[in-house]
């Protein structure tokens, strides 16, 4: 169990919350695997807290069991998140909804249903085409699997969609599997986090997955990291020290390697979908790459050091277009999918 507070897990017990499984890994994956058990665990949560900003109950991963059959490690890629917000309880069969602790809107009952952006920026769906059918249409044409880090979660602020609030983590440990020989998986998608957050124990999808190599594979002296786009540079141990060499190869991209024995994966970070995230996108040092790439591919001058990026990007209506994170986020994630990520370098 990562980051285990007991203080919220005991305000479960003091209000009496019914169903509550004891504190640790073995338990709550037993208490899951019972959706009586979970139903009744949230029902009781949703009536006897009422109180605004309050813990919540221990949640099960809605789809992570529902959408097995979109895990499938045969397929090449594997989109990775970390839970879905609370609003996902408004599409289960409770009792005692609506609730305070609760976000009020009713996501798509899928990963990453709160975040219509990605689906756009992967495959070009919106509007009416956002359904689960197009979801898993795309991502099977697509040969992308789909799963989250965290199958159980506490959260600090029940409302809260934020990772940072996550508490009491048990972790998908299936996902370790995409290391096994027999796993066609060779590229990751993280939607956001990089090469050098991986270290980090801050609560993300990144850490989250490296938390799954220490936990359920007894530690990362079984693998190494490379930066170099290719997958055929050097590797280095995982390391604060393994993770500074590979950021030097890596030079401010956003491939890097994951190599185990003979088998290697590919980890792209990709843009996040999220639209607050555009601001601090255009001042990455990625989008100016990416900006260059265009500028060269259209016979134009690259955006010179210390440039105005929007002044820049203004002066050529005809290569860049308004919102321009928009179309950077659509053309990187278009790139990744058709393998010419490697064309910014």
């Given at each position: 169990m990562r980051k285990q507070d007991r203080n919220i897990y005991n305000f479960l017990i003091v209000n009496g919350i019914l169903n509550t499984p004891q504190l640790n890994d073995q338990s709550i994956r037993t208490w899951g695997l019972n959706l009586a058990n979970v139903y009744q665990h949230y029902d009781s949560y949703l009536l006897n807290i009422q109180a605004p900003n309050s813990p919540g109950p221990i949640e099960k991963h809605p789809y992570i069991d529902l959408y097995q059959a979109d895990c499938d490690f045969q397929r090449e890629t594997l989109l990775l998140g970390t839970f879905p917000p609370s609003s996902y309880f408004n599409n289960l069969p409770l009792v005692n909804l609506p609730n305070p602790n609760l976000q009020n809107n009713n996501p798509t009952n899928y990963f990453y249903g709160?975040?219509?952006d990605l689906w756009y920026y992967l495959f070009g769906l919106n509007g009416v085409g956002l359904t689960i059918p197009n979801f898993q249409a795309s991502l099977n044409a697509n040969r992308i699997s789909i799963s989250d880090v965290f199958s159980y979660v506490q959260r600090k602020k029940m409302i809260s969609a934020f990772d940072n609030e996550y508490r009491n983590i048990v972790l998908n440990c299936k996902l370790k599997e995409v290391f096994n020989s027999e796993s066609k998986v060779n590229t990751i998608l993280f939607t956001s986090g990089n090469l050098n957050s991986f270290l980090s124990n801050t609560t993300s999808t990144?850490?989250?997955?490296?938390?799954?190599?220490?936990?359920?594979?007894n530690g990362l002296t079984k693998f190494q990291i490379s930066g170099d786009i290719s997958g055929n540079g050097q590797y280095f141990p995982i390391?604060?020290?393994?993770?500074?060499?590979?950021l030097i190869q890596q030079n401010n991209g956003i491939v890097w390697w994951l190599k185990s024995g003979a088998k290697k994966i590919r980890i792209i970070n990709?843009?996040?979908p999220a639209?607050?995230?555009a601001q601090q996108m255009i001042n990455s040092l990625f989008f100016r790459k990416?900006?260059?790439y265009k500028a060269a591919?259209?016979?134009t001058a690259p955006i010179a050091v210390g440039a105005n990026i929007n002044l820049y990007l203004t002066r050529f209506p005809n290569i860049f277009n308004a919102p321009y994170t928009k179309q950077y986020r659509r053309e990187i994630y278009q790139m990744v999918l058709n393998n010419t990520i490697h064309l910014i370098n």
């Open positions: 709160n975040m219509n990144l850490t989250g997955f490296r938390w799954i190599l220490e936990d359920c594979f390391n604060t020290l393994g993770i500074q060499s590979a990709l843009p996040s639209p607050m995230a990416w900006i260059n591919i259209n016979f």
